[in-house]
């Protein structure tokens, strides 16, 4: 027996009795579940519907609007092989060097081949079956449009996508013609991009390696004990990839066994003797050397900052540095080279920082610092005059 009888047999019997609430129809003129309430059955009735109009409701969220072209184009930097998405522009060979001794030179070399462990741009031709291969621009990329797309997308290091696309142009000129591409005449652009054709564009196949490497898959890999020994063959310290810590060069200057107390009274008596009386600077500097000195610091801006708000970097705030001693920017961790040349009593007067940017690692065995040095005295008397113009 049924526990509705009343509700079955209105049905089965077609009675005409007045439904009760319960069994009102649903909004819509759907009938109502028997069982729900009114409100309930308008709720289900609702979920229905909106389920069906699900995909139409789902396409318009009221938010946002469609991207304008210039909003795109400021995200779209790549370019292709083919030279599309490249900009209109051209540079010559000559503004190309310029232009990379003022903003690349000072970590690429004044020919594009690499200050200490900066990377080289030039050279590497016929090496690349060897076992440490150079590969450069000239010797390594296939396609000119990468080097146009990473030089105007990151370079130049700590002031990137400052170039405009005739400096980029004239840029990649210039490596091209230190990698004996080109001639000194050439210009590059837009127009004349695919004229130019990398040596290595054909020393690449398209990785096939899954199925031309599958019979070296292991259907069952090794998760443990995959390795009989693991031998160390190099320290990251000797490869000069791990900076050198403070405690760790204190550490090596004490004597073993020696108590930490016993380097203070060294330490009293250093600060005992006088000080070296920093030397005279000129009253008045010359404007016009003052302001050439400015545009020769650019080869330094990469690593140095000079002046209001300026801030160690990779290398030392130069602020005060002409007639100061040696590693005078508090908070910055100098070379031991530099740290010993500061215990010496070196003093950054006009004729040392003359000779040290002449030929840094020639002058200071072990510095840290890459540049190769400015090769013009004038640009070294420069220099020297626009940092006395914060010294004083």
């Not at 990329?141 to 005739?166: H, I, K």
Request: one cysteine or more; hydrophobic letters at 40%.
């Amino acid at each position: 027996m049924s526990r509705f009888p009343n509700r079955l047999n209105n049905r089965a019997e077609g009675s005409a009795r007045p439904r009760a609430e319960s069994e009102a129809p649903a909004q819509g003129g759907g009938r109502a579940l028997p069982g729900l309430s009114a409100g309930r059955n308008i709720l289900l009735a609702v979920s229905l519907t909106a389920l069906g109009a699900g995909p139409v409701a789902a396409e318009k969220f009221g938010l946002g609007r469609p991207a304008l072209p210039e909003e795109i184009a400021a995200w779209d930097l790549d370019v292709a092989s083919d030279g599309t998405g490249l900009p209109a522009g051209s540079g010559d060979v000559f503004t190309g060097e310029e232009v990379f001794a003022e903003k690349c030179a000072v970590c690429h070399g004044d020919f594009a081949e690499g200050v200490g462990n900066w990377p080289k741009l030039a050279g590497g031709q016929g090496t690349l079956d060897h076992e440490d291969p150079l590969k450069t621009v000239g010797s390594y990329w296939p396609y000119l449009s990468t080097t146009w797309d990473y030089v105007n997308r990151s370079m130049p290091f700590g002031n990137a996508q400052s170039l405009t696309p005739d400096e980029v142009y004239a840029i990649v000129a210039y490596i091209l013609y230190s990698n004996d591409l080109v001639d000194d005449e050439f210009v590059l652009s837009d127009e004349t991009f695919l004229e130019v054709e990398l040596p290595n564009a054909d020393g690449f196949i398209l990785d096939d390696r899954q199925e031309a490497e599958k019979h070296f898959w292991n259907p069952e890999p090794c998760m443990e004990n995959c390795k009989d020994s693991v031998e160390i063959t190099m320290r990251a310290m000797v490869l000069d990839v791990t900076p050198e810590e403070e405690g760790a060069e204190a550490a090596a200057e004490t004597p073993a066994g020696a108590p930490a107390g016993d380097a203070a009274p060294v330490q009293d008596a250093a600060a005992e003797q006088p000080a070296e009386e920093p030397v005279q600077t000129a009253a008045v500097l010359d404007p016009e050397l003052v302001a050439q000195g400015e545009k020769t610091f650019k080869k330094c801006k990469a690593c140095h900052q000079v002046g209001d708000g300026a801030k160690s970097k990779t290398g030392p705030v130069l602020n005060g540095i002409v007639g100061a001693p040696a590693g005078h920017a508090e908070g910055f961790r100098y070379s031991k080279a530099m740290a010993a040349a500061a215990e010496d009593g070196l003093v950054w007067t006009e004729a040392e920082l003359a000779a040290f940017l002449a030929k840094p690692k020639s002058y200071m065995k072990g510095t840290k610092m890459s540049f190769a040095g400015l090769k013009k005295d004038s640009d070294i008397e420069a220099v020297i005059a626009y940092l006395q113009s914060y010294s004083q």
